[in-house]
């Protein structure tokens, strides 16, 4: 008799018994591996496009720059009129146009990635394809490189975690701005210089 047979098999580690349930489960496996991205996409993409809908019903006070927190349909109604109409038809038409453009600038070079690049031609397309993509998440960078530099206002706002250092106009201008950016409709159409600002 074989000694090798006769001795009994160690158990199976930690490891090798959940790979082995998840090998005999498939379901379970592609719900774990789903969960993550679904979480992402419920919670912090989703949840973000409802506040942002929820603020949509808000107001900002055109004298004050205060925002309103009472129920209105008026920043829709601006929606309606003649010259954020005309933004929306020019915006529309510009989006089918690019559409357009890069499907038929996209679908060529594809093709030709796919069936007949070599595989360094494939790496200096996918490159070239790439890379204008980078653009934006630098200029994001950039601007809060100037935002947070030194020599900005903002740092001086927020020097010892308070607000001594920062002045009043400065006050201003970052609020009017944080107004701005949220509220891009309502409110105030320009600022033509930080004195003037919504206080």
């Known amino acids: 008799m074989n000694l090798a047979a006769a001795l009994p098999l160690p158990p199976p580690s930690l490891t090798r018994r959940v790979s082995t349930a998840l090998f005999r489960r498939p379901g379970l496996t592609l719900v774990l591996l789903l969960i993550a991205p679904l979480l992402w996409l419920g919670v912090i993409y989703l949840g973000s496009l409802f506040a942002l809908l929820l ?7 055109p004298y004050s720059g205060v925002v309103v927190y009472s129920f209105t349909l008026r920043t829709y109604g601006e929606l309606a009129t003649p010259a954020n109409f005309d933004i929306l038809v020019r915006t529309t038409g510009m989006a089918m146009i690019v559409t357009i453009a890069c499907g038929l600038i996209a679908f060529p070079i594809a093709y030709y990635m796919a069936r007949y690049a ?7 397309l996918y490159l070239a394809v790439m890379l204008p993509l980078w653009s934006s998440y630098l200029v994001r960078v950039y601007a809060w490189k100037l935002i947070l530099a030194k020599e900005a206002s903002l740092p ?3 020097s010892g975690w308070g607000w001594d250092g920062c002045s009043k106009p400065s006050l201003r201008f970052w609020s009017w701005a944080a107004l701005r950016s949220r509220f891009p409709i309502s409110g105030p159409s320009s600022c033509s ?7």
């Open 156 to 158: 001086g706002c927020s």
């Open 118 to 124: 070599t595989t360094r031609v494939k790496a200096a």
């Open 193 to 199: 210089s930080i004195s003037g600002c919504p206080t």
């Open 55 to 61: 603020q949509s019903f808000f107001s900002i006070d």
